[in-house]
């Protein structure tokens, strides 16, 4: 199983940008998909969290600019993020609690290899 993360860049303070994260291979389901962000000399933070039924949960530093959604069919979550702030820059890591059709009975976590958010003030 792989992630895929995209979208990230340079954007200026207020701006917005859309982060897609694609996972592919021998995936029988998806449960819960996550971003996840970390910022230079930083701990890896959560951010936001989409369960298979289309539930969310937001950090409290995105709530109301952040969106998190799913697209099932395509086993893709993608993260809105409006009203971009400086310190919203880090590397964004999107993971995925993975049914794989070699171990239809158990799930594992898969983690992507991070996009770079830059938001300049």
């Known amino acids: 199983v792989q992630l895929q993360a995209s979208g990230g860049g340079l954007v200026q303070a207020g701006g917005s940008l859309r982060l897609s994260c694609a996972a592919s291979?021998?995936?029988?389901?998806?449960?819960?998909m996550n971003w996840y962000r970390q910022a230079p000399g930083k701990q890896r933070e959560f951010v936001a969290h989409?369960?298979?039924?289309?539930?969310?949960n937001y950090a409290d530093s995105v709530k109301g600019r952040f969106t998190i959604s799913r697209d099932s069919a395509k086993n893709t979550v993608y993260l809105q993020m409006n009203s971009l702030k400086p310190e919203d820059t880090a590397v964004y890591y999107c993971?995925?609690?993975?049914?794989?059709?070699?171990?239809?009975?158990?799930?594992?976590?898969?983690w992507g290899q991070g996009t770079q958010v830059t938001v300049s003030s």
């Open positions: 291979g021998s995936i029988f389901s998806i449960n819960a």
């Open positions: 989409v369960t298979s039924g289309g539930s969310t």
């Open positions: 993971a995925a609690d993975v049914i794989t059709l070699a171990t239809p009975l158990e799930s594992m976590d898969y």
